[in-house]
Each structure stands twice: as C-alpha cells, then as structure tokens.
C-alpha cells in the first residue's frame, strides 16, 4: 500500500511538472469587428479553422425557442456563392472533418484541413457568414431536420432527462430554462421574419471569433482573412441578454419523470453554481472531480465499490456561462431505492463540506486536469475551440492554460468553502428518472 502510495504521488508530481505549452497567439480586429486569432503550428500538414459565433439558446426569447440551434443547420444550406450542401461535398472531398454545435451560450462551426486547402474553408466561411440564403424552401427543409433531431432524441433511454433539469434547476424566465433544440410549437411557429431577424441580429462579424491554427503562415493567412471576410458588413450591437438573476428562494425542488425507454432507474442532483469563469467556479469543478470524477473519486469508492449502492455514479459542472450547473448522476443498483442513494450522496457532500479535500486527492486532480487539457491541446480541432472560448468569454485565447495555473495554486480549503456554499439541502434540484414499464428498485 505504501509503495502504491509513493507511486501515485511520483506519478502525480511528474504530471504537475509537465510543461504547459506556449500558444503563441496574434490577435487583429478586422473593421468589420470580426476578431481574428492566428496560431502557427507546423508540426503536421492540416489546418483547423474555427468560426465562434457569441449567440446560443440563452439569447432566445420565450415562444421564439430553437433558433440558434436551427442555424446551426441552416448555414450549411447554402448560400450566394455556394449550393446547398456544397460546403459539405467541397470539404469532405478534400479529405477534411466539419461539424457544428450549438449550446446554451454559442454556436461554433469547425474544419479541419490539409493545409494547402485553408483559402477554399475560408472562403466558404466568409459567404456564409456576409451571404446567407435564407428563404422558405430552406427554412422547411432545417426545420423538418431539427424536428427530427428532437423526435430521435426524446425516444433514447433518458432523452426528457435535460429538460427536466432545466425544469427543476432554472426559474420558468431564465435564459436557460428552455432546451438548446427548442420545442416543436416554436419550431413551428417560426416564420421566415422571424429566422431573418434572428439572423441578423447575431451571425454578423462583430459578433464572432475566427481562429485559423495549424500548419499556416500567420501574414499569409490575415491577407486571406481579410480578402474574404473585410468587406462583409458589420450588424448592429447584438441586443442584451435580459438575464434575470438565479432564484435565491430557499427549499429543495423535485421532479420526478416516466420514460418508457429507460429500463433503470436513474436519479439527478442539480445544483446552482456560479458561471464559468466567475468566482467560485474553479474551487466548484475541483471540487466535482474529488467528489466524483473517475475510479478514484469519492463517490465511485464509497457508493459504488464500498457499500454496493449504485451501478454507477458521477460528478461534473456542465460548463454555462451565465450561471452554471453542478450535477450528480447516479443509477441505483438493483434493491436499492433512490431516497437511500441520495441519502448517501448528501453524506459525502455534508463530509466534503466539513472536512475538504486531501492533499492527496488535491493532488490526484490536479494532475488529472493538467494532463486532460494537455492532451486536448494537442489536437489542431480543440485547440483552435479552446482560443476561440477564450477570446469570446474571457477576451485571453489562452484562458485554458491560465485557468490550469489557478487551479495549481489551489488549496484544499477552497474547494470546501465553494461546497459548502453551493452543495446544500436548500440548494438541490432531485430529478428521478422511473421506467414506465413499472421497473423499479
């Protein structure tokens, strides 16, 4: 146990030690106000290219529900100098990956490329940023697809499971309340007005972030940024997001969901934190791994190998920005009901909030949390995505590296303190999820 012991620690301070890399980063501002960030690489042959748009389903309004997610389709329809499905056919055929996605707090578009393909990504980036079409043929077709999506999605195993979080956790008005694909009323609703107004109130340069990083030459490059995106004309100021603050009313909210799909059981503990990056956010998500990120983590030893309560169970924090969610996913083992596994969850949490974290456990994710973002930045994709974040949240492209350098000066006293403000009875949103085939412990 000793030797184990030493090994771990060894292991832990080696990875602490590791060297965090220098992202070299030039930043411009196009007239447009399109911002620009450039990240030269030359280690392998491909370039990422990554167009962050600073608008998601928080900067929706209720009745008007799903547009951002909609665009997240609907620019890859067509527009004035590329057909409809072009930009997948022309990027696909050079060998490139390309998606989308869209959450609470923005939408990013992504390619990665053989490098000696960058103009044609960026061309195609600029037309439909500046050249949309948008017209009803096209709004039928995305729409008929998000439908789709939603349809898919709610028939899964658990598929209600983020709505009803959202349901127990936010107040009916908050920007959050709502689910990122919106609802099918909405969908439906959605007239061609209404998706053009939305269109140019947020996919304008002045509110986007454009990262080219790879195996490019940065003054090269900003010539093509500017031959394809500086004539696009810039939209107004983006409207403010009418964000009411989180309920401060006390007591526990509970929510309990049938889902004729799922054949387990399966019970969520919410818990209202601050936004990414504001203060207490780093202490909460450190505090999520020790409590239950991984074999090693608290609740997997206790409740699932000790004492055999749970078939499985887990702690994170999603990650939003205006207010954040700190969640607890377990799924009772057979024989055991959900009150008893919430029970010993709270016990984990009122020790936790007592006593802290260890130094040990301190170290261990550290070291875990250095070496995920290590690994992260050696992918072209995620390390144009984690500048982009960085300018668009935080205006610091390097804000991932930054935040490892916080968390490394850490104490263990901080993450208690953030626990035992937010990891509270009166704080608790419990949704149980219950087959409707009768299944239950």
Same mark, same amino acid.
């Given at each position: 146990m000793i030797a184990a012991? =030493? =090994?771990?620690?060894? %292991?832990?301070?080696? #990875?602490?030690?590791?060297?965090?890399? =220098?992202?070299? *980063?030039?930043?411009?501002?196009?007239?447009?106000?399109? !911002?620009?960030?450039?990240?030269?690489?030359?280690?392998? @042959?491909i370039v990422a290219v990554n167009v962050w748009y600073s608008v998601g389903s928080k900067n929706e309004e209720a009745g008007r529900t799903g547009f951002a997610h909609l665009f997240e389709h609907y620019m890859f329809e067509g527009s004035e100098h590329v057909a409809p499905g072009g930009y997948f056919k022309t990027l696909l055929g050079m060998g490139g990956e390309i998606n989308a996605n869209t959450t609470n707090d923005r939408t990013d578009y992504y390619a990665v490329v053989p490098s000696q393909n960058l103009e044609e990504v960026l061309r195609q980036e600029a037309d439909r940023m500046g050249f949309l079409n948008i017209d009803h043929p096209g709004l039928d077709k995305q729409r008929a697809i998000v439908k789709n999506e939603k349809r898919l999605g709610?028939? +899964?195993? &658990?598929?209600?499971?983020?709505?009803?979080?959202?349901?127990?956790?936010?107040?009916?008005?908050? @920007?959050?309340?709502? @689910?990122?694909?919106? =609802? /099918?009323?909405?969908?439906?609703?959605? %007239?061609?007005?209404? *998706? $053009?107004?939305?269109?140019?109130? &947020? &996919?304008?340069?002045?509110?986007?972030?454009l990262v080219v990083s790879g195996d490019q030459s940065n @003054?090269?490059?900003?010539?093509?940024?500017? $031959?394809w995106f500086g004539t696009i004309a810039a939209g107004p100021q983006p409207p403010a997001l009418q964000k009411p603050p989180v309920s401060t009313t006390p007591g526990r909210r509970e929510l309990t969901l049938e889902d004729d799909k799922a054949q387990l059981p399966m019970l969520f503990l919410s818990f209202r934190i601050p936004g990414k990056g504001k203060p207490d956010w780093q202490e909460a998500s450190v505090a999520a791994q020790v409590l239950g990120g991984g074999r090693s983590s608290r609740l997997v030893q206790s409740l699932q190998y000790d004492k055999r309560l749970v078939l499985e169970v887990s702690a994170s924090v999603m990650g939003l920005v205006e207010d954040d969610l700190f969640l607890i996913q377990a799924m009772p083992a057979p024989g055991v009901s959900m009150k008893d596994v919430e029970k010993a969850i709270r016990a984990e949490l009122d020790l936790f909030s %007592?006593?802290?974290?260890?130094?040990?456990?301190?170290?261990?994710?550290?070291?875990? /949390?250095? !070496?995920? !973002?290590?690994?992260?930045?050696?992918?072209?994709?995620?390390?144009?995505? +984690?500048?982009?974040?960085?300018?668009?949240?935080?205006? +610091?492209?390097?804000?991932?590296? #930054?935040?490892?350098?916080?968390?490394?000066?850490?104490?263990?006293?901080?993450?208690k303190a953030a626990a035992g403000r937010f990891l509270t009875p009166s704080n608790t949103a419990a949704i149980s999820i219950i087959p409707k085939s009768g299944v239950s412990w």
């Open positions: 012991l =030493s =090994s771990f620690l060894l %292991s832990a301070h080696a #990875a602490q030690q590791a060297p965090l890399p =220098s992202l070299a *980063v030039e930043r411009h501002q196009l007239a447009n106000g399109l !911002t620009v960030l450039l990240l030269e690489d030359h280690s392998s @042959p709610e028939n +899964q195993p &658990y598929g209600g499971a983020w709505e009803g979080i959202n349901a127990a956790t936010w107040d009916k008005n908050h @920007p959050y309340a709502w @689910p990122v694909i919106g =609802s /099918m009323k909405d969908l439906d609703a959605a %007239s061609l007005e209404d *998706v $053009k107004k939305f269109h140019d109130s &947020y &996919y304008r340069p002045n509110n986007a972030v @003054p090269a490059t900003l010539e093509l940024v500017n $031959k %007592s006593q802290g974290p260890s130094e040990q456990e301190m170290q261990r994710v550290k070291a875990g /949390m250095r !070496t995920a !973002t290590l690994n992260t930045l050696q992918n072209a994709e995620h390390v144009a995505a +984690q500048l982009a974040e960085g300018q668009a949240l935080f205006n +610091q492209p390097d804000a991932v590296v #930054a935040e490892l350098k916080e968390i490394a000066k850490m104490s263990p006293a901080a993450p």
